[in-house]
Nanobody, 121 residues
Framework: QVQLVESGGGLVQTGDSLRLSCAAS????????IAWFRQAPGTEREFVAQ???????VYADSVNGRFTISRDNAKNMVYLQMRGLKPDDTAVYYC???????????????WGQGTQVTVSS
C-alpha cells in the first residue's frame, strides 16, 4: 500500500511555471506507476502524465511539451514541472499510484488529496 501527498499548487499567471510535488510512503515505491490527473469544476478527472519506475513517461496531448514528470525513487518523490501555464490548466491536480501503465483513473487504487492550481489570464 502507498500513501500520497501533493503539494506545490497555487495561483499563477498565464505563461508562468509551477512545480508540483507528490510525496509517497511505502518501501516499494519504485515498483509503482505514478500518474498525475487533474479535475476542473464540472468536468471529469483527466489524465495528465505518468511515469514508471524505470522513468518511462506518457503525456496527455494537451500538456505534451509543456509539462515534465519525473521521480526520485531514493526520496519517494514524483514531480510535475509545468511551464507555459494557461487558464485551461486550472484544476485540482492529483497524484495516483498503480501497478500498470494506464491512462484510466480506474486503474489507480491510491490517490492523494489534490492540490489546487489556478492560472489567471
Amino acid at each position: 500500500q502507498v500513501q500520497l501527498v501533493e503539494s506545490g499548487g497555487g495561483l499563477v499567471q498565464t505563461g508562468d511555471s509551477l512545480r508540483l510535488s507528490c510525496a509517497a510512503s511505502g518501501r516499494t515505491f519504485s515498483t509503482y506507476i505514478i500518474a498525475w490527473f487533474r479535475q476542473a469544476p464540472g468536468t471529469e478527472r483527466e489524465f495528465v502524465a505518468q511515469i514508471s519506475g524505470s522513468d518511462s513517461t506518457v503525456y496527455a496531448d494537451s500538456v505534451n511539451g509543456r509539462f515534465t514528470i519525473s521521480r526520485d525513487n531514493a526520496k519517494n518523490m514524483v514531480y510535475l514541472q509545468m511551464r507555459g501555464l494557461k487558464p485551461d490548466d486550472t484544476a485540482v491536480y492529483y497524484c495516483a499510484a498503480g501497478l500498470g501503465m494506464s491512462l484510466l483513473r480506474e486503474r489507480y487504487p491510491y490517490w492523494g488529496q489534490g492540490t489546487q492550481v489556478t492560472v489567471s489570464s
